[in-house]
């Protein structure tokens, strides 16, 4: 079962500790390349970070983190 959120994934990605402000810096990151977005394939432990464009066309195989925040993404 999935229970690890967006912002803790995010951090994962990067190895730094998980907090509030982490997760904002490094979201900020992401979103500021456009493309890119973190998600995940068959683990959801082990986070990558993949276009947007190809999550999207392969919803099966690439799957996104729920935020804490309830925003979809």
């Given amino acids: 079962m999935e229970d690890i959120t967006r912002e803790q994934a995010i951090c994962m990605f990067y190895s730094v500790e998980f907090n509030h402000e982490n997760a904002a810096r490094l979201l900020k990151r992401i979103d500021d ?5 973190i998600c ?8 990558v970070l993949v276009t947007r ?3 999207l066309a392969e919803p099966h ?3 996104r983190y729920r935020s804490s925040t309830g925003k979809e993404f």
């Fill in 33 to 37: 390349l456009g493309e890119l977005d």
């Fill in 40 to 47: 995940f394939e068959n683990d959801y432990e082990k986070p």
């Fill in 53 to 55: 464009k190809k999550i």
């Fill in 61 to 63: 195989h690439y799957k």
